[in-house]
């Protein structure tokens, strides 16, 4: 099993940048995917961007050229950088893992894009 806690949302103007974390309780060295998904209000949970224990990486359409995904295994965490953020990026974003066919999430973190 692995908790996940996400932090640095918050607000942010149009345009500005934002870099978000997921530090994991135990070694991410072994699971297979490590993503962030973000839902927005009355709106379904969509992926925003994955990346495999091979650091292959895979991005919505949305966000492409925008937002970057890392993962520093040695310290367990996942990051995604948020650049030229627009209004419609606000949502609150939840990291996920899996292990197998075992999914894991955090408890989100929510950013607000303002116009």
């Known amino acids: 099993q692995v908790q996940l806690v996400e932090s640095g949302g918050g607000l942010v103007q149009a345009g500005g940048s934002l870099r978000v974390s997921c530090a994991a309780s135990?070694?991410?060295?072994?699971?297979?995917?490590m993503g962030w998904y973000r839902q927005a209000p009355g709106k379904q949970r969509e992926l925003v961007a994955s990346?495999?224990?091979?650091?292959?990486?895979n991005y919505a359409d949305s966000v492409k050229g925008r937002f970057t995904i890392s993962r520093d295994n040695a310290k367990n965490t996942v990051y995604l950088q948020m650049n030229s953020l627009k209004p419609e990026d606000s949502a609150v974003y939840y990291c996920?893992?899996?292990?197998?066919?075992?999914?894991?999430w955090g408890q989100g973190t929510q950013i607000t894009v303002s116009s």
């Open positions: 996920k893992a899996l292990q197998g066919w075992t999914p894991y």
């Open positions: 135990r070694s991410i060295f072994s699971i297979n995917v």
């Open positions: 990346i495999t224990s091979g650091g292959s990486t």
